[in-house]
C-alpha cells in the first residue's frame, strides 16, 4: 500500500503536525481521513481511472500512488476535513467562559483564525483546483457550453442586441 507512504507525510505538513514534539493525529487517523477524501472524491472528480475505495478494508484499487492528481486531490480533501472539524470543536467551544476570582479563561478569540483557515486554505485551494480539472479535464464539459454556438449561421450581436447587418 504505497499510497500511504506518499500521503500521510504529505498530509501531515499540510495540518503542522510533524517535527520531533508530540503529534496531534495519530497514522491511523490520518489514513481514515485520506480514505474518506478519496472515497467523496472518487464519487464528484472524474479521474480518468476508475478507482474503487473501500473504507473498511483501508485499500484503494488500483493502487493510486503514481497518480499525482489523484494524491494532490485525496491529501487536499483529508486537510480541508481535519480543518472543518477543528474548527466544529473550536465553534462548539468558542462560547465558553470560566471565571475564578480575578482571572477570566475566554475560548472565543481564536475561531475566527480558524474560519479564515478554512475560507482561504486547503478547502479553497482544492474547491479551485477541482473546479479546474473537472472543466479542463473534461472535453465533454466544453462541448457541451460551446454546441448553442456552433454553425456558420451565429452572429454573437444578435445576442447582445446588436444588429450590423
Same mark, same amino acid.
Given at each position: 500500500?504505497?499510497?500511504?507512504?506518499?500521503?500521510? +507525510?504529505?498530509?501531515? !505538513?499540510?495540518?503542522?503536525?510533524?517535527?520531533?514534539?508530540? #503529534?496531534?493525529?495519530?497514522?491511523? /487517523?490520518? *489514513?481514515?481521513?485520506?480514505?474518506?477524501?478519496?472515497?467523496?472524491? !472518487?464519487?464528484? *472528480? &472524474?479521474?480518468?481511472? $476508475?478507482?474503487?475505495?473501500? *473504507?473498511?478494508?483501508?485499500? *484503494?484499487? +488500483?493502487?493510486?500512488?503514481?497518480?499525482? &492528481?489523484?494524491?494532490?486531490?485525496?491529501? #487536499?480533501?483529508?486537510?480541508? #476535513?481535519?480543518?472543518?472539524?477543528?474548527? /466544529?470543536?473550536?465553534?462548539?467551544?468558542?462560547?465558553?467562559?470560566? /471565571?475564578?476570582?480575578?482571572?477570566?479563561?475566554?475560548?472565543?478569540?481564536?475561531?475566527?483564525?480558524?474560519?479564515? #483557515?478554512?475560507?482561504?486554505? &486547503?478547502?479553497?485551494?482544492?474547491?479551485?483546483?477541482?473546479?479546474?480539472?473537472?472543466? %479542463?479535464?473534461? $472535453?465533454?464539459?466544453?462541448?457541451?457550453?460551446?454546441? &448553442?454556438?456552433?454553425?456558420?449561421?451565429?452572429?454573437?450581436?444578435?445576442?447582445?442586441?446588436? %444588429?450590423?447587418?
Amino acid at each position: 500500500m504505497a499510497w500511504q507512504d506518499e500521503t500521510v +507525510p504529505i498530509l501531515r !505538513v499540510m495540518l503542522n503536525d510533524m517535527g520531533c514534539g508530540e #503529534l496531534t493525529y495519530t497514522d491511523s /487517523r490520518l *489514513i481514515e481521513l485520506l480514505l474518506a477524501a478519496a472515497y467523496l472524491n !472518487v464519487a464528484f *472528480i &472524474p479521474f480518468p481511472t $476508475t478507482y474503487t475505495v473501500t *473504507i473498511s478494508t483501508e485499500t *484503494i484499487s +488500483p493502487d493510486p500512488s503514481t497518480d499525482a &492528481p489523484f494524491l494532490s486531490f485525496m491529501t #487536499l480533501k483529508a486537510a480541508c #476535513l481535519a480543518d472543518t472539524n477543528t474548527f /466544529r470543536s473550536k465553534a462548539f467551544a468558542a462560547g465558553i467562559e470560566a /471565571r475564578c476570582g480575578p482571572a477570566t479563561l475566554r475560548t472565543g478569540q481564536h475561531l475566527q483564525g480558524f474560519q479564515t #483557515l478554512l475560507e482561504e486554505g &486547503p478547502c479553497k485551494a482544492f474547491e479551485e483546483l477541482r473546479d479546474e480539472f473537472i472543466f %479542463n479535464g473534461n $472535453t465533454k464539459a466544453i462541448r457541451a457550453v460551446l454546441s &448553442p454556438f456552433v454553425g456558420n449561421q451565429f452572429d454573437p450581436s444578435i445576442s447582445l442586441g446588436r %444588429n450590423n447587418r
